[in-house]
């Protein structure tokens, strides 16, 4: 599948002005190459509705699986400044759910799933698992996030040293105060 192209993203945008939207992956690998032409990391910029929800959906029984293409930890050391993460939300991207996702693979990674500069993210059942060549964290936000949010995941041998966290939340990420009316 190609999760990946900006062609399919475009239409889900288009959809969210009017409907939430699911979009269900099907069961199977999911590689990330860095570099590659196509480059098959999911950068996602601006997506997201403020009223319709964005659910990213995977497979029951951890079915979709994100790893790292097997080439790709020949090319790139874990403690090398060039970790390229295998999906990122940047730019406020807004009221997305990823749900039922598995994360594997020994390739160097900065994050697998990082948020940045983001708002009401939910993260649900995902899973990592014997993933050594993470640098910074199995999962994380960074920047300006508001409201994100990791629901029954579960974290098991992350990590490439100490350095790794399963869950990474710094620079300015926050909850938003509930406005109360009377």
């Known amino acids: 599948a190609r999760f990946w192209d900006t062609e399919l993203w475009k239409n889900i945008q288009k959809k969210l002005a009017d409907t939430p939207v699911t979009l269900q992956l099907l069961p199977g690998k999911y590689l990330t190459q860095y570099p590659a032409k196509p480059d098959t990391r999911l950068n996602l910029y601006n997506v997201g509705n403020e009223k319709n929800q964005l659910i990213i959906r995977g497979a029951e029984k951890n079915g979709t699986v994100f790893g790292r293409h097997p080439e790709d930890s020949k090319n790139m050391e874990p403690a090398s400044k060039n ?5 990122t939300l940047r730019k406020n991207c807004q009221n997305i759910v990823f749900e039922k996702l598995y994360f594997t693979g020994s390739g160097a990674c900065g994050y697998p799933l990082q948020v940045r500069d983001s708002k009401n993210i939910t993260i649900r059942d995902c899973h990592w698992k ?18 994100i949010v990791w629901e029954n995941c579960t974290f098991d041998d992350i990590g490439y040293n100490v350095h790794a966290h399963m869950l990474y939340n710094t620079n300015g990420c926050k909850k938003r105060p509930q406005l109360h009316h009377d």
């Open 83 to 87: 970790l390229q993460n295998w999906i």
């Open 130 to 147: 014997n993933m050594r060549g993470v640098y910074y964290g199995a999962s994380g936000a960074n920047g300006q996030c508001y409201n």
